[in-house]
């Protein structure tokens, strides 16, 4: 090799190392991703390639350094032994060949954050983050709240076992759904779990469902010293584990025969797993002989990990289509011919940003391969053209408004800077198809995105004229002709609608539907005397005050507003209720409701029939309170309680109804 050839491999080992460390340092230390995990692997595997051609590893180089300092927030202490990273392969012949005619175990990797619990007496008595390998966090207050964690266990000696801090794909789609700012909202399970486990208020962990799943028993040492007996076997640590009610890590005995099958199960199963993971762990099952080979050293001899070899295939880009969100950011994503992978067809990827697009410098026409990431997400690995053709839209997708490029840490990003976007106005349109609204059966704030980002709603009256769009409906994704019928099905029964779901649903600040039901009842349900009136004469009604009197009156008094209501109207049928004094029975009785109905569809379908007839329903019991509707009257809930505390009723659904709607 020349002098000239050493330098180039030297100064391209050093680019590497820089890259590297910048993206290891933003997802271990900031939870942020600024390439593919394709891409990080692809990078890796070149610097090592590198540095044993050249001989030569850099001290700072990221395959000899594991992870990142801890955060200063939280008390730190060293592990008594270095958590170690393991060694990976992508092949699957390279994974049996490894076990070298020794029997072992495969099971995930799971991909959260490690936890290493330690149990004295029985009683959890500290758990520290994996941290660099060498120094963690410790978050024992924190373990304390996850959902499965044993405080107290049988085991009287010392045990120390080593797990991951997990949050399963449902709860972290629930714990997203309940955020209403969609910046806030989390990327992925693995940087909420990260967030939640290093909390310094461990009621916020609390709340999130951490589960904790046990991959690694370090120790178990019995009162008088000794070690716990698990005769030289792996599996009998696992289960072991299980019998002091530890959550374990599933997991496959396996041998050079069977172990292909063992991994296609595995394979299989990530497609409906609810723990993310991103691969495999396979360990020697003899405990003696995994630790006589030893240690490099980043990596144990024990144990080798999997990481699933990326399904490629050849495709051209045809298109990229810029999707705008309630944020205001407008994603890129690519349209390409459609192949196969991992047993699915797939023809469209998210490309990220805009730094993603310049730097893969993709192209209309563009021979480009793609993957998908754990075997889920469809990505973008290479582009075999690179002719960079694609032009960055100057005007947002969905309004036509000025579109600017901004800097967000170290991606740039597409935003509109219009303020009035209907893709900003995604809550908006979420209100309005609500329950209590309009009632749209089916159309979920996903489905409204969707809508949203393809055009075929900007405002309100656009929802009863989707039928124009429908050959491009039942294309979208999670759409089909059955879809399309039943979503056509509810929009035709939310044109029948009352006057307080519809001024609900428009979103006026701070009325509520109780408020809509005040307002409408107080102008005899017509809207343009609704519309005709001033703040001082709306704050006259009980219940609406001057600051929401001024939110109406101000509503009502823009034009876009106005004409958004008009349209509506032309296209709803508004049923007028007839009410008459001797209907009024329950006027002025609060009532409070509470469980599962039987003889109506929900609460809100029991309050409207109360609030017909005079009467008003509370979230909560008072000394005002008429009486507490609740089929379980033996509930230990606090509203039964209080009720009892105040001589309050507790009447079943129909004893109420006995009661209080027999005509």
């Not at 495709?315 to 011919?337: M, Y």
């Not at 969905?398 to 935003?415: D, M, W």
């Not at 600051?547 to 209501?565: H, P, Q, T």
């Not at 109506?600 to 008003?616: D, P, T």
């Amino acid at each position: 090799m020349s002098d000239n050839e050493k330098d180039t491999k030297m100064n391209r080992m050093k680019e590497l190392v820089g890259i590297l460390s910048k993206a290891s340092e933003a997802y271990y230390a900031k939870d942020e991703e600024i390439m593919s995990n394709f891409e990080y692997d692809k990078l890796y595997d070149e610097l090592v390639s590198l540095e044993e051609e050249l001989g030569v590893t850099l001290s700072n180089s990221p395959t000899v350094r594991v992870g990142y300092e801890a955060v200063d927030e939280l008390p730190k202490m060293q592990h008594e032994s270095p958590m170690l990273s393991l060694d990976k392969t992508k092949s699957r012949d390279e994974l049996a060949s490894w076990l070298n005619g020794h029997e072992g175990i495969l099971s995930w990797k799971l991909d959260g954050l490690t936890i290493v619990l330690t149990y004295k007496n029985g009683e959890l008595v500290q758990a520290v983050t994996r941290g660099n390998g060498e120094i963690g966090e410790v978050v024992t207050p924190n373990a304390r709240v996850f959902v499965n964690v044993p405080t107290r266990i049988s085991f009287r000696g010392e045990l120390v076992l080593r797990g991951e801090a997990v949050i399963s794909y449902p709860d972290f789609e629930e714990i997203n759904r309940k955020i209403t700012n969609d910046a806030d909202r989390y990327k992925n399970p693995r940087n909420l779990c990260r967030g939640a486990v290093r909390q310094l208020n461990n009621e916020i962990t609390a709340k999130r469902n951490v589960r904790f799943i046990a991959f690694n028993l370090v120790t178990a040492r019995e009162t008088d010293g000794s070690d716990h007996d698990f005769s030289n076997s792996r599996e009998n640590t696992f289960r072991f584990l299980e019998q002091l009610g530890f959550e374990v890590v599933e997991r496959k005995a396996v041998n050079e025969g069977n172990i292909h099958e063992a991994i296609e199960y595995f394979a299989k199963k990530i497609e409906s797993y609810e723990i993310p993971s991103d691969g495999l762990v396979l360990t020697y099952e003899d405990i003696a002989y995994g630790v006589s080979l030893g240690r490099t050293a980043k990596f144990p001899r024990h144990s080798i990990a999997f990481k699933w070899a990326d399904e490629t295939a050849e495709t051209t880009l045809r298109e990229i289509e810029w999707s705008a969100s309630r944020t205001g950011l407008i994603n890129p994503v690519a349209i390409f011919d459609p192949v196969e992978l991992e047993g699915t067809t797939v023809s469209r990827a998210s490309v990220h940003n805009v730094s993603i697009v310049r730097e893969l410098k993709l192209g209309i026409g563009d021979r480009i391969t793609v993957y998908k990431a754990n075997m889920i997400i469809p990505q973008i690995a290479e582009n075999l053209t690179g002719s960079g053709n694609v032009t960055i839209p100057s005007v947002c997708p969905v309004c036509g408004g000025k579109t600017e490029i901004r800097a967000l840490n170290e991606a740039q990003s597409l935003y509109c800077t219009n303020e009035e976007c209907p893709a900003k106005q995604i809550k908006a349109f979420s209100q309005f198809v609500s329950r209590e609204a309009l009632n749209v059966d089916g159309l979920s704030e996903a489905t409204l995105e969707k809508m949203i980002d393809f055009g075929f709603i900007k405002s309100f009256p656009d929802l009863f004229e989707l039928d124009k769009h429908k050959e491009n409906i039942i294309r979208l994704e999670g759409f089909g002709e059955k879809s399309y019928e039943n979503l056509m099905a509810a929009i035709e029964n939310a044109r029948h609608t009352t006057l307080p779901r519809l001024i609900f649903g428009l979103g006026i600040n701070g009325i509520g539907s109780a408020n809509a039901k005040l307002l409408c009842k107080a102008y005899d349900y017509d809207i343009d005397r609704i519309i005709a009136a001033d703040a001082s004469e709306l704050a006259e009604i009980d219940g609406i005050g001057d600051v929401m009197a001024g939110a109406i009156a101000g509503f009502f008094k823009n034009e876009r507003n106005l004409s958004v209501l008009r349209s509506l109207i032309e296209k709803l049928e508004i049923e007028k209720p007839q009410v008459n004094a001797s209907g009024q029975n329950l006027s002025g009785l609060i009532f409070v409701v509470t469980g599962s109905l039987n003889s109506f569809e929900n609460r809100n379908a029991l309050k409207e029939v109360i609030e017909q007839r005079g009467g008003k329903v509370t979230g909560s019991v008072t000394g005002k309170t008429i009486c507490l509707i609740n089929n379980d009257n033996m509930s230990n809930s606090t509203k039964n309680k209080t009720a009892k505390e105040l001589n309050i009723p507790i009447l079943t659904e129909e004893e109420f109804m006995k009661t209080y709607l027999t005509d």
